[in-house]
């Protein structure tokens, strides 16, 4: 969690179908819902076009895993029942897990997703964990561009659903702009490859003064300014 607030995380963003990895991340975690006896149901979009989204693969998959596994553990045994679909609009993908538990009371809405704080044990005999979860699965959502955030009611059966959404990515044809200005080079060339790699039209200046020869009437998707401070030594004191 340390690494992501920093920012020291090293994100490997690739454009994949989000259908597919939702499919191979619920096979992936059959076991656990027969262990518990819940049904599972997964809601795709029908028709052959992808949801493609532009996100790294391994960090997506935790997120889902994440709210797969709390949704199997609140369910009722023998009689859990964790709903999942996806939908497309407004130019995001949005992922809905839906579970038949006991429900989040409204006080514990916001909290669940701070870190170290967790529900679970107050509102059931269910273990607590470690209640980093949920933090990190809105870092890593928010980090794409999305939101992560809980619809839930209490009462028997009542439910909770768990909502995350992730920008899609462009159509083939359509190439963001990004503007990065520094004055080392090496960092530039970090930034291109980075850019590149993600589909983006990257245009790079080792100077500030430089940028404004740049043609900014074009719409521009993400500027970036790298800067320095130096230190100043022996300027006269007022």
């Not at 020291?8 to 990895?21: A, F, G, S």
């Not at 619920?26 to 656990?32: D, K, N, P, V």
Request: aromatic share 8%; glycine share 8%.
């Amino acid at each position: 969690f340390a690494k992501l607030e920093s920012g020291r995380v090293e994100w490997e963003l690739e454009t994949l179908d989000l259908r597919d990895l939702l499919s191979d991340t619920a096979e992936s975690m059959a076991g656990l819902f027969r262990e518990r006896g819940a049904e599972f149901l997964l809601d795709l979009p029908a028709g052959d076009a992808a949801v493609q989204v532009n996100v790294d693969r391994d960090r997506t998959k935790q997120v889902f895993i994440n709210l797969l596994s709390n949704a199997v553990k609140f369910v009722p045994t023998e009689a859990g029942l964790v709903t999942v679909t996806l939908k497309t609009g407004d130019g995001f993908a949005t992922v809905a897990v839906h579970d038949n538990g006991p429900g989040i009371p409204l006080e514990y809405q916001s909290i669940i997703f701070e870190r170290f704080r967790q529900g679970g044990n107050t509102m059931t005999d269910k273990p607590q964990g470690t209640g980093l979860g949920l933090p990190i699965s809105r870092e890593i959502v928010e980090h794409f561009g999305g939101k992560l955030w809980v619809e839930s009611r209490t009462g028997d059966n009542a439910g909770s659903t768990f909502y995350f959404t992730i920008p899609l990515a462009r159509l083939v044809g359509e190439r963001g702009r990004v503007i990065a200005v520094d004055l080392q080079p090496q960092t530039l060339r970090s930034v291109q490859r980075r850019a590149e790699r993600a589909g983006l039209q990257a245009r790079i200046q080792l100077h500030l003064c430089q940028a404004n020869a740049l043609n900014l009437h074009e719409p521009v998707d993400f500027a970036l300014a790298f800067w320095m401070v130096h230190e100043v030594r022996d300027q006269p004191r007022f």
